[in-house]
Each structure stands twice: as structure tokens, then as C-alpha cells.
């Protein structure tokens, strides 16, 4: 299976950062999978934002304080992020992860996301 | 929040040094506890999932061991392709978290 993450690389404050992630090699509606963001800014630890089920369940981190939105497309196998209202805080290598059973086994291999105007 | 903590948060080690790394929960997460290897640039890679489960592909030097609240990683045999920062990670609950890292570099 293979992830990989497309969206703008700037964002200016107060906008909204949508990305995308393309699966190949598994299909995102066989239910046996969450798909999920991930990010870490620069130096520093990883951070979970939100995962989404096929059936349309979805999780946040409340860290996000309600920014952050993930949805899934089963015709173009991709899920996506939008996180609003964005800040400074926000620029980060952005990950999506397949996350099975109880732990993520496949990484896209990240975006970096800068919010600056 | 589940806090995870790491320990040490760097550390020098030499090839063919044993490197110990520990995960404390900041309460009773039973197994759900899953490390991985991270190296610059690059996204992390599972190395063990459930405490103490070698994820396919993983050498065998990696282990894992714990439960409840404290967790502990082993690298029998440091080889240079083990220097990285590695984390640990909780999947007891929502939200999921990360404990703040280990890197690992040359001595």
C-alpha cells in the first residue's frame, strides 16, 4: 500500500490548510482500516489530528479545538484534511497514515505545510 | 489526554551497543503501546505494535516489552543504520498520543 499527500505548501493565516491523500495499493472502503493525519512541526514530536472510518465515523484531537475536518472520497480512493482558522502553530510536516487495528503501518512520506503571509 | 514519557530524550551509543529506551503512560494503557523508527526527512516506520510485536520486515534485534504504564524498548545490537529518533505511541484511547522521542545518535 502507498499514501501520498498533496495540497498547497503555504497557507496564509486565518485560512483554511486542505490536504489530500491518494491510496494506491488498498482499497480505503474495505472497512478494515481507519485512514488518519498526523503532523510534526519542525524538531519536535508527532501529533495526532484525526482519523476517518469508511463508514463515516471520524475522531479529532480536541487539541484542534474544533478547526480540524477529515472526509473520505471512495470513488477517487483519497481522504482529506481541512484545518480552519490557521495560525503560525500550525506549519508542520503533514502525514497521512493507514491505521490498522490499533497502530499506523503505512506513511505517506509527508508535506511540509507553512502558514505565513 | 494520555501523557507519554520518554526517557532518555537523546543519547549517544556506539555500533554494537545495547540501547534501552523507556515509555511511561501517564495511566493504564494494558498493551496498546506501539514504537516507532523516525530518520531525518523521512515519515516513521512501525517497529512494534502491542508492547512487544515485531512488525513484519523488522529485525530481530528490535524488541519491545511491558504493560500498564511502563514500556521499554531494546535494541540488542546497535548497527548504523539504528541511528534515528524513535517514539512511542498509545492506541488505548482517543485522543492518540506520542510520547516526545529519543534520538539516538553516534558516540
Known amino acids: 500500500v502507498q499514501l501520498q499527500e498533496s495540497g498547497p505548501a503555504l497557507v496564509k493565516p486565518s485560512e483554511t490548510l486542505s490536504l489530500t491523500c491518494t491510496v494506491s495499493g488498498d482499497s480505503i472502503t474495505s472497512g478494515s482500516h481507519y485512514w488518519t493525519w498526523i503532523r510534526q512541526p519542525a524538531g519536535k514530536a508527532l501529533e495526532w489530528i484525526g482519523r476517518?472510518?469508511?463508514?463515516?465515523?471520524?475522531h479529532y484531537n480536541p487539541s484542534l479545538e474544533s478547526r480540524g475536518t477529515v472526509s473520505i472520497d471512495t470513488s477517487k480512493n483519497q481522504f482529506s484534511l481541512n484545518l480552519g482558522s490557521v495560525t503560525a502553530a500550525d506549519t508542520a510536516v503533514y502525514y497521512c497514515?493507514?491505521?490498522?487495528?490499533?497502530?499506523?503501518?503505512?506513511w505517506g512520506q509527508g508535506t511540509l505545510v507553512t502558514v505565513s503571509s | 489526554d494520555i501523557q507519554m514519557t520518554q526517557s532518555p530524550s537523546s543519547l549517544s551509543a556506539s555500533v554494537g551497543n545495547r540501547v534501552t529506551i523507556t515509555c511511561r503512560a501517564s495511566q493504564d494503557i494494558r498493551s496498546y503501546l506501539n514504537w516507532y523508527q523516525q530518520k531525518p526527512g523521512k515519515a516513521p516506520k512501525l517497529l512494534i505494535f502491542?508492547?512487544?510485536s515485531l512488525q513484519s520486515g523488522v529485525p530481530s534485534r528490535f524488541s519491545g516489552s511491558g504493560s500498564g504504564t511502563d514500556f521499554t524498548l531494546t535494541i540488542s545490537s546497535l548497527e548504523p543504520e539504528d541511528f534515528a529518533s524513535y517514539y512511542c505511541?498509545?492506541?488505548?484511547?482517543?485522543?492518540?498520543?506520542f510520547g516526545g522521542g529519543t534520538k539516538v545518535d553516534i558516540k
Open positions: 505511541q498509545q492506541s488505548y484511547t482517543t485522543p492518540l498520543t
Open positions: 476517518i472510518h469508511p463508514s463515516g465515523s471520524a
Open positions: 497514515a493507514r491505521h490498522t487495528v490499533r497502530w499506523f503501518d503505512s
Open positions: 502491542g508492547a512487544s
